[in-house]
Structures are given as C-alpha cells and as structure tokens.
C-alpha cells in the first residue's frame, strides 16, 4: 500500500471506530474540531520544519505530488503539500488524535483511572 493509502484507510478505520464500536461520536462535537484545529496548527509546524529542512524525506511514488530530492527542498505550499510536509501526515494527524481522544472519553465513562496518589514518587520513599 502507498502512504496514501494507508492515511485515507486509517481516517475511515477511526471514524467507524468512533461512530459505531465506541460510540464516543467525537467527530460530530464542535469541541473536538477546536482542539483538532489547534493540534493541527503545531503539527504543521513540525512537519514543516522537518520536512523543509530536508530531516524527512518522501517517496514521490508512495505520495500525492511529485518528490525530486536532487532538485532541493519540497514546496512550501502546492503539489499536494502543505507547509512542505505532504496531506497525507494530516490524515494520519487526525487519526491519531481522534483515536487519542475517543479512547479517553470512551474509558472515562467506563470509570477506568488511575488513582492519582499524592507524595515523592516510589522511588523516592524512605525506608525502599
């Protein structure tokens, strides 16, 4: 499978988990998309910065656009990249948040958390 691929079929395995295995239905509350939004913004920016700077590099056949490493750095914006990091990373971006947050909201109804205790971490208490 391409990196294409792979993204679009990750967005649609989340949101069926969402809509109908969780039932969490994040995707339809406006608070989901505020926070996503601003995920995102950060994401871009770290994408950017390490695809930019050539840290991160894409198989042009595996992706959306035209990749030519000889030719230098990716575009900042076009060729199905935006901040020069390929759609595809903001697919997998969404996934994995809304992945994240159902999970949260789905065993938080269920009661599961772990008992916050107060004091020096275990590996700091007298007499161990």
Known sequence: ???????LASVIVVVVIDLWLLRTRMVLRPAFWVSYAIVAFFQLITNGMFTGFGVVRYDGAAILGETSPEIGPPPMFGEWRIAFAPVEDLLFGFALILLTIALWVFWGRRGVQRTPRSGPPIWRREGR
């Open 1 to 7: 499978m391409t990196y294409t691929q792979l993204a």
